[in-house]
């Protein structure tokens, strides 16, 4: 490794706290370029990224328009305040509109995802005048603390005991259901009933907003059964409680659809997103408010507040990678990869006895370890991996310069949009490799 590879690695682990990680086993890769779905090491070594960084590097490295119009906006000015009329930042807010349901009204820009969800919960609370705020365990909404205490998977813990006014409800999870569903509507019916259940004995009255990532992302791409979503719109309706949609991870072409919600025919009250919305080039995330909520806001105070709202290069960007995913047919190269992703995980699913479920939408998928697919035993315990098994798993694909990561007993699979089936296939055979050492391990 060169000097300055050394310097990179060394200042990082002496100097950075780096996130959700005990500090003395970070290991960081120097990055010398990166171009498309690939990074390069400072020994020329080829790294692919499948996990398109943190999920949110939609349209890889480089992307010119991107770059050319964050650069432009640099000459203009850097920086206004959100008070005065920047124009990228209309424009970005009408491009979002524009490819939102018609019920959609306006957009709060924020720095990224955690901050969208702080907001989504105080607009949701200050529209309906109540308090509580229903959320999923399985999910993960950012980590300041009203997006961690959304948050209900482990990432939450800290937090803990939290904000009172924050309750939790179980997802479907149709694979690890001990009911047997005849079919996808049935399931939906239970898990939609549960909830009204719930909703019934925490009072109705009480409750501002259920929120939920539209298709669970780091927990596993559980995709909802047909029929939950719009069971989820009825009970919103019917008790007056804002249906929230977290598309933090799952929007901006990553399911083939431009925002996940469109895959199930239901129109959110409020849409928080970040990530693919300028894929990282500069940081940032907003909320989308329905046009009553909007309306609302022009006789009442909109008590929400950032220094950096709708920051020029950010949406300078924006607005560049929004036309990108249209100039460049995003959803199609994402449905055409995607079904080959989906091919090779039932392939994977098939031949593997470690493999207990597969789960895929367009380029957004998990595969399921387990020790045993009849009892559906899982590779490591919910919240528990003593023996470090899935950080060996995510080595030995690391080793392969096969980048992703994993959560519980799952390992995430998304590469960047703009991957071509020809690469899919060729990635996915490392994947295979892997779990033929992770058959030998069970
Ligand atoms: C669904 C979802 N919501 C919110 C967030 C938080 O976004 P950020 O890390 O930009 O704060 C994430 C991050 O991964 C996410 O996946």
């Not at 682990?13 to 500090?23: A, G, R, T």
């Not at 939102?100 to 702080?118: Q, S, Y």
């Not at 199609?332 to 207990?356: F, M, P, Q, R, W």
Request: proline share 5%.
């Amino acid at each position: 490794m060169s000097e300055r590879a050394d310097k990179i690695k060394e200042y990082h682990k002496k100097y950075n706290l780096q996130s959700w990680s005990k500090q003395k086993d970070i290991n960081p890769i120097p990055i010398e370029k990166a171009e498309g779905i690939y990074m390069w090491d400072f020994d020329g070594n080829r790294y692919t990224d499948m996990s398109s960084q943190l999920v949110n590097l939609n349209v890889g490295h480089g992307c010119r328009p991107i770059i050319d119009a964050i650069k432009e906006q640099t000459e203009k000015y850097c920086y206004l305040g959100p008070s005065y009329g920047a124009e990228p930042r209309g424009e970005l807010a009408k491009m979002i509109i524009d490819l939102m349901p018609d019920n959609m009204g306006k957009v709060f820009f924020t720095n990224g995802g955690a901050d969208a969800n702080e907001n989504v919960v105080k607009i949701a609370r200050m529209y309906t005048g109540r308090q509580k705020i229903f959320s999923r365990y399985r999910s993960y909404h950012g980590s300041t603390y009203g997006a961690g205490n959304l948050t209900g998977e482990p990432r939450r813990y800290p937090l803990e005991p939290g904000a009172p006014g924050f309750i939790k409800f179980f997802d479907p999870y149709v694979y690890r259901e001990k009911i047997k569903f005849e079919s996808e509507e049935e399931a939906s019916e239970y898990y939609v009933g549960k909830l009204r259940e719930q909703i019934i004995y925490e009072g109705p009255d009480s409750i501002a907003a259920i929120v939920m990532e539209t298709i669970t992302g780091s927990n596993g791409v559980i995709i909802p059964p047909k029929g939950y979503l719009p069971g989820v719109r009825k009970l919103c309706d019917e008790f007056g409680i804002m249906m929230i949609c977290d598309e933090v991870m799952a929007g901006w072409g990553r399911t083939g659809k431009m925002f996940a919600f469109e895959n199930f025919d239901v129109k959110p009250d409020i849409v928080s997103f970040a990530k693919g919305v300028t894929c990282g080039y500069v940081q940032l995330g907003g909320v989308v408010v329905s046009k009553k909520i909007a309306e609302f806001f022009d006789d009442h105070l909109l008590s929400c507040g950032l220094t950096y709202s709708g920051h020029p290069l950010a949406c300078a960007a924006g607005v560049a990678c929004v036309n990108y995913y249209k100039d460049a047919d995003i959803l199609t190269n994402v449905n055409k990869s995607g079904a080959v992703l989906g091919e090779i995980l039932e392939d994977l699913k098939a031949k593997h006895k470690s493999v207990g479920d597969v789960r895929y939408i367009g380029l957004f998928s998990a595969i399921e370890l387990v020790k045993d697919k009849a009892t559906k035993e899982p590779l490591v315990e919910y919240g528990k991996d003593p023996e470090g098994i899935m950080g060996k798993i995510i080595g030995m694909l690391k080793a392969k310069k096969f980048m992703c990561y994993s959560h519980e007993n799952m390992i995430l699979i998304s590469p960047p949009l703009i991957i071509t089936p020809e690469q899919v296939k060729e990635e996915m055979v490392k994947v295979d490799e892997v779990l033929d050492e992770v058959d030998k391990m069970i």
